[in-house]
């Protein structure tokens, strides 16, 4: 992989105004907003759609730039990544997911439980900013892993 790495993430809302987080090893067992890598020739709302689909068996719609981040690990880490996060809100009209193999448990969740859960502190910072309503559309956010 060539780095950095553009990937897309959804804050998915569903009818009960809950939204879905993922869990799964290959992020220590913490909750996340489901996404993945866009592809070359391919526009970042379709990346998104087409990984949210894989990923959850959603489809989404309504969706809006909600941050931008980037993400590089630090000089103590083991393996280099460089990681630039575009994250989206968005909405499904369903709350039947279907997982494939990327996750191993998910879960709905009102953006007011967010501290009952082991959430990766990136996702988190994230929902407590959209929960309090000070989000910014147009967001950068540099987070170095020290």
Known sequence: MKYPAPTVGAVIFN???KILLCKSCKWHGEYMIPGGHIELGEKMEEALKREILEETGLKI???R???LKEFISSDTSQEKKHFIFI???CKTDSSNVVLNE???DYIWIGLDEIEKYNINSF????????RDK?????KVEIFYDY
């Open 123 to 130: 996702t988190k910072a994230l929902l407590a900013e959209l």
């Open 102 to 104: 990327e996750a191993e």
């Open 15 to 17: 009818p009960e105004k």
């Open 134 to 138: 000070e989000k910014s559309v147009k």
């Open 65 to 67: 730039l909600l941050a």
């Open 87 to 89: 994250d989206y809100v």
């Open 61 to 63: 719609y309504d969706i």
